[in-house]
């Protein structure tokens, strides 16, 4: 299993994304859609004399949502992603991880950012969070 779909995997299993489309690298025009996407980043964070290291996977979750004047609109959107940060920090504390391919070892997965939009049109806004998966790889 791939890290990407490892993490997908780990996301399914998050109540806020229960029955929603959990997209890889794809998000449609079209509000309340979802995509994991890969941040490019330097992946090796030490290397032992053994051969193995602790390395790290960057990765934002967005979405599509409805965006406008309206605050309570943009507030719930907000809300999702500080529930979905702090849904992602209490499965890390609680050692629940995603399942990593034979020689991977899931350390924590932390979020780098608060939610935000990104970008918007005149009804709906690109919305994410950036996070990362912490693991160890053996030779």
């Known amino acids: 299993m791939s890290i990407i779909e490892a993490v997908r995997s780990?996301?399914?299993?998050?109540?806020?994304?229960?029955?929603?489309?959990?997209?890889?690298?794809?998000?449609?025009e079209e509000a309340k859609t979802y995509s994991i996407?890969?941040?490019?980043?330097?992946?090796?964070?030490?290397e032992?004399?053994?051969?193995?290291?602790l390395r790290q996977f960057l990765f934002v979750i967005s979405s599509r949502e409805f965006h406008g004047q309206e605050l309570k609109t943009n507030v719930g959107n907000l809300a999702f992603y500080e529930q979905l940060g702090d849904w992602?920090?209490?499965?890390?504390?609680?050692?629940?991880?995603?399942a990593m391919a034979f020689g991977k070892r899931a350390d924590?997965?932390?979020?780098?950012?608060?939610?935000?939009?990104?970008?918007?049109?005149?009804?709906?806004?690109?919305?994410?969070?950036?996070?990362?998966?912490?693991y160890g790889q053996a030779e």
Not at 48 to 53: A, V
Not at 88 to 98: C, D, G, I, T, Y
Not at 109 to 134: F, N, W
């Open 48 to 53: 032992y004399i053994d051969g193995s290291s």
């Open 10 to 28: 780990f996301l399914r299993t998050c109540p806020l994304l229960a029955g929603e489309r959990l997209n890889v690298d794809f998000l449609p």
């Open 108 to 134: 924590k997965i932390e979020v780098l950012t608060s939610g935000y939009a990104l970008s918007s049109d005149a009804k709906t806004a690109r919305y994410q969070i950036q996070c990362r998966l912490v």
């Open 37 to 46: 996407d890969v941040v490019p980043c330097r992946a090796i964070l030490e």
């Open 88 to 98: 992602m920090e209490a499965q890390s504390r609680a050692m629940v991880l995603p």
